[in-house]
């Protein structure tokens, strides 16, 4: 690679879009990706609890009305 050219050499290398694998970033979003997957599961099993929690929600009021109504 030329020394010409500015900023350090897997900048300038093709396709290098990342940082080099001895780049301590780089080694920071490996252990964030891998994070990822686990915490992904435990996000969505929250969600459908929250979305059954809101349908029972709208149940008990329903019921609440109905027997408000009578």
Known sequence: ????L???YWLKTPGAG????NDPS???NGRAVAFLPPELGRIEA???RLVR?????RE??????RLEAA
């Open 6 to 8: 500015p900023g350090p």
């Open 26 to 28: 780089c080694n920071l």
């Open 18 to 21: 990342h940082a080099h694998r």
């Open 46 to 48: 929250d969600v459908d």
């Open 60 to 65: 008990a009021e329903a019921f609440i009305r």
């Open 53 to 57: 929690m809101e349908v029972a929600i």
């Open 1 to 4: 690679m030329p020394s010409s």
